[in-house]
């Protein structure tokens, strides 16, 4: 049973953000400062990843471990303990609807990585992905029409 009376539950959940998060934002300033230029929230890739560097076709989702169910954090500080009927069914939407998007950009032939909440304090994941990303090819930014000159 929820000891926090309805009214207030829905307050504290009308406040959580699902863009521009904590470990978002964290992850967003470490990349910058490792000067990788990047876009954020894409409304035309599915999913709308987090962090995208269209450049090299790869993209970064930064979830939360409870949102989407972190399978590295089995220590019960972030499973569900109340009202298991309603979160059980709506983590495992989650993480359907996560593979769909992950499905729908690989089969676009974009790289995908999933960064979790858990892991943004780790330097050495953090070093890791920057290395990854540095690696992939750049794409042409001319692969449009040119436009003529004018003098």
């Known amino acids: ?22 470990p978002e934002m964290a992850v967003r300033r470490y990349f910058h400062a490792a000067g990788l230029r990047y876009r954020v929230h894409p409304r035309d890739l599915p999913g709308r990843p987090d ?8 993209c970064v989702f930064v979830h939360g471990c409870f949102w989407h169910g972190c399978p590295n954090c089995i220590d019960g500080r972030r499973q569900v303990k109340s009202n298991t009927a309603y979160w059980a069914p709506k983590i495992a939407g989650n993480q359907a609807r996560d593979a769909r998007h992950y499905q729908a950009l690989a089969s676009a032939k974009w790289t995908v990585w999933t960064l979790w909440e858990c892991q943004v304090s780790r330097m050495d994941m953090l070093e890791k992905l920057v290395a990854d990303i540095r690696a992939l090819p750049r794409r042409s930014r001319n692969a449009g029409p040119r436009r003529a000159i004018r003098s």
């Open 51 to 58: 962090i995208v560097f269209p450049s090299r076709r790869a």
């Open 1 to 22: 049973m929820d000891t926090v009376p309805r009214q207030r539950r829905s307050e504290i959940m009308a406040r959580i953000r699902s863009k521009n998060t904590a």
